[in-house]
């Protein structure tokens, strides 16, 4: 008995420790995730592709994949413009530097069904923007109608631009905030430009910063569905969206659960990618 | 501590929470007990009527309205559900053998799985030789058997309304009561010229709009005589080139009208086709602008879909006697009035609505009996035993409209390759064809 006791205590201890987030994890995450796998390669009589099949033939799966990546292509590098200029200006330190931070995270803090929604009362047909283009004397365009995809695209995309940027923007304010001035200051002294202070000081020790912001907003553009969805419905499909109505009003579980799986599937393989794309190879490196 | 000792007969905290537990789990588990008996319960001897239709609430007590006034024979109690809960509900109840539901009301296709759990009706049929009912609509009621199995409630159907204003531009010989589908395009055609280039006709294309029952029930039966087993034929490829030409003098903001009343009343466009609940409120202000007219026909008749109701009893009732004189109380004229002038489904008995009347609903009348009584009418139904995959095979005729209408894909392409998807879906349900298709045969695209 009194040999034993040791041996009994040194494994449960980490093992309780863990134990809560284990459980967590298990039943909310990993659980939900083998039925839903099953759920896309199983039907009545087993094991089948079927449903797979039925995802790709869909008249709507392509377009949803090709607007979602699309999106994606074009909206993270243009936040990440935006995000950055921003800090930018803020690590100056203007004149109510505070306010405008404020101003600009507020997007933040407004749901995405409420955002898309807002934008809706401005680019529909009898919205504020052809109210305001008709009052200067100008023709009302229909923005919103399948008829003219391409601003279509735009107003999602600025939707989505207004809404999401201030997550980066946060995130990157975070990172500028973490580095010591004495860099720049150094670098200012040996008379470097600004241009070559961001290039070589600022934005190599932003990058982790970096990195979890563009992981974050990469899965995030993925999802992005609240605000297409008001906006646009299914005459933009997006792949989330199409899940959802595969989902409610196609009630076919299934198939939601495959075109789920893709999304999940594309969310990896972008996230190993960044983390390989912005490891740190300097010789340098702590790591 | 010493509050509580001397408070003596104080109910302590955990009994009141009990009690509070118990309050709230009480109507919970009764709830288990069977949905016949709660809901509404009409006390002991009323007979419990479970129906798909009327469950909004203010149609429900409309219909009760109407139960208290018109039925003498037993007190009813009234139980709308969804046709989930009407499934299980007959299925458990009729299979075990312990039947609580004396009456069942639902749609044709709510009804249509349960033929052999519903009793035979004839003899209820033959003394309802008076009423009137039409023969089509009458003889859905034997649900492709021999005996008939539900006397008929009360119908529903798509028409089209007509403002006024748009009969300037009706082609020359054209009858508003007796379109063909050319007129039709014709009349969109030198609508849209003749306003400035603006479309006078709208189409309920939008995400919540029944633009997929226009294909199903009113395009392909007027083009090819069936929805499913015409699916890809060349009548079929006809009636899709005939839409493409149709959509394109269309209103394109179609896409977002899921209602067409509310186009019409705006003055948005001035013709539209739509489900009878969703054009009643279109003539409400000016009822004296607008026509309603039955659908177009096409090469093989004037299709129509056919949204009827019935009502059955199923085997081992408890109160069938009881319940044979309710479904007699319905199915009078005042009785099928009342739910006309209440909860806007048409009468399926021969009767003359009445001019009191809301003269939108009069219009409304008019149409459906025209179009229920046209020689060359092609029925059609709403899919039966679809269950859930209901909106998937919808979703079939909505794609085609997309790739065809709207991103001008080769029509027989497309409809090869939907056709593979929709044989994908009934391979997998087995279930027969429905009315236009013919009846007995696995339904299936050939």
Redesign the interface.
Known sequence: MARRRPGRSRLPAPLLLIGPSLVFMTVLFAWPMVVGVAQAFTG?QGATL?YV??MV????FWPAMRNTLLLIVVLIPLQFAFALAMALMLRARPRFHGVYFYIWVLPLAISDLAAGLVWLSIFT?RGYLNSVLHMLGLQPY?WL???NPTSLFLTVLIAELWRATSLVLVIIVAGLQGIPKDYDEVASVFGATYWQRLRYVILPQLRPSLQVAMILRTILALQTFAVAQALA???FPLLVGETYYWYN????PNVAAAIALVVLAISMVTAVGYLRLLRDRSPGAAR | MTNSIAGGPRISRRALLGLGLGAVAAPALSACGGVSTTGADGGSGSVAFLSTQFTPVEERQRFEKILGERVSAAKVAYNPVDSGVFNSTITSQVDAGKVQISLVGGLHGDLAPHADRLMDLDDLAGTLTDRGFAPDVAGLGKLGGSTVKYVPWMQATYVMAVNKKALEWLPSGADPQKLTYDQVLEWATAGRAGNGGKPIFGFPAG?KGLYHRFFQGYLLPSFTGGQITTFRSAEAVQAWEYMKELWAVTA??S?NYDFMQEPLARGEVLVAWDHVARLVSAPKDNPDDWIMVPAPRGPKGLGYMLVVAGMAIPRGAPEAEKAKEIIKALTTDEAQIDVLRENAFFPVVDVTPPETLPPAIRLEAAAVQAQQNADDAVISLPPVGLG??D??VS?IFK?CF??IC?DGRPVQQVLD?QA??LN?ILD?LKVGCWQPDPAGQTCRVL
Do not use: V
């Open positions: 009545d079927r099949q039925r033939d869909d008249a709507y047909d229909a109608s399948y008829q419905g299914r005459n009003f196609l009630q076919n | 995400p394109p903001a896409t859930a995959k909106g998937e979703q794609n997309k790739e709207i390759a593979q998807q994908a997998e």
